[in-house]
């Protein structure tokens, strides 16, 4: 370790010091070490001021790891007015806290002026609608964003439209995974459910930077694939990896999709599990596997 570093590292530590005691919260002496390993636990909104505080001026992180803690949204906030002047960290992990979507909206606005920031995961948050549609706005300028994970939290069929329509003309992200948003699909009429599924599929047919796809849990039916999204991913020449799992798709859906990715040459991963696909979908899954070389399962 250089001699800069340290004492960029040694300031910080005194600082979060001073300033637990001066707010007479409880020193963490985990936290110390939070530079070298981001695995903290029970990290609540107070903690979060006296972390962020001393950092705002501190170029030696790169990756922010705050997952499975109890940051609301005041603790958001904070990290949101941290992303607004840091220049170092690339990699904000905030997944399984308790972030609604005022919190959100204060990420995502931050990150209409972070450059810096590659991946956000902010899945297992119950961000709602609101925030959702703040992302899907920070995606229309944000140009550094490489992988956003942004599964089970609470998206209804407005903030998916929303984003399935940014994300045509994105250029930057690579990665999405917003599996597990839309599991009450029972509540939407069926012109709800197709608008939904049009959006989605014109994102696969227009995108040209999305190679890793995530929609696992999305309640994607024989219909839709049949009707929507085969077509589209046929025409995909991008897409990497596609997770459809855990989906209401069966053996006309499979089938549909296997025939799909014939003689699809970008495609390396499929992923099916815990779909319904009987036997026939598995026979056209075999087929598939011999006839594309490229898919490796």
């Given at each position: 370790?250089?001699?800069?570093?340290?004492?960029?590292?040694?300031?910080?530590?005194?600082?979060?010091?001073?300033?637990c005691k001066k707010n007479n919260i409880e020193l963490r002496k985990e936290l110390i070490t939070f530079i070298a390993n981001q695995k903290n636990a029970g990290i609540n909104d107070n903690h979060i001021l006296c972390i962020f505080k001393p950092l705002a001026y501190t170029s030696f992180l790169r990756i922010i790891d705050l997952r499975f803690n109890t940051i609301s949204d005041i603790g958001a906030e904070t990290i949101a007015r941290f992303l607004l002047d840091?220049?170092?960290?690339e990699s904000l992990i905030l997944k399984s806290n308790e972030i609604g979507s005022h919190g959100a909206s204060c990420i995502a606005k931050a990150l209409h002026i972070n450059e810096y920031i590659k991946h956000l995961d902010i899945s297992c948050?119950?961000?709602?609608?609101?925030?959702?549609?703040?992302?899907?706005s920070m995606l229309?300028?944000?140009t550094t964003l490489k992988k956003l994970?942004?599964?089970?939290?609470?998206?209804?069929?407005?903030?998916?439209?929303?984003?399935?329509?940014?994300?045509?003309?994105?250029?930057?992200?690579?990665?999405i995974d917003f599996s597990d948003n839309f599991q009450n699909t029972h509540n939407l009429t069926q012109s709800v459910q197709n608008?939904?599924?049009?959006?989605?599929?014109?994102?696969?047919?227009?995108?040209?930077?999305?190679?890793?796809?995530?929609?696992r849990k999305m309640c994607i039916t024989d219909w839709a694939m049949v009707d929507y999204l085969e077509k589209t991913i046929k025409v995909n020449t991008i897409l990497r990896i596609l997770?459809?799992?855990?989906?209401?798709?069966?053996?006309?859906?499979?089938?549909?999709?296997?025939?799909?990715l014939q003689y699809h040459r970008s495609l390396k991963s499929l992923r099916l599990s815990h779909c319904t696909v009987q036997d026939e979908g598995a026979d056209a899954i075999k087929e598939l596997l011999l006839v594309n070389e490229v898919i490796e399962g």
């Open positions: 370790m250089n001699t800069e570093l340290e004492k960029e590292i040694a300031n910080y530590v005194s600082s979060y010091q001073e300033i840091n220049k170092s960290v948050n119950p961000i709602g609608q609101e925030g959702g549609m703040a992302f899907a229309q300028i944000n994970e942004i599964f089970s939290c609470s998206l209804n069929s407005v903030a998916i439209i929303a984003l399935a329509t940014v994300l045509r003309n994105n250029i930057s992200l690579n990665y608008a939904m599924m049009l959006h989605i599929s014109n994102m696969i047919k227009y995108n040209n930077n999305v190679n890793d796809l995530r929609m997770d459809l799992s855990s989906n209401k798709l069966t053996r006309d859906g499979c089938v549909a999709l296997c025939a799909a």
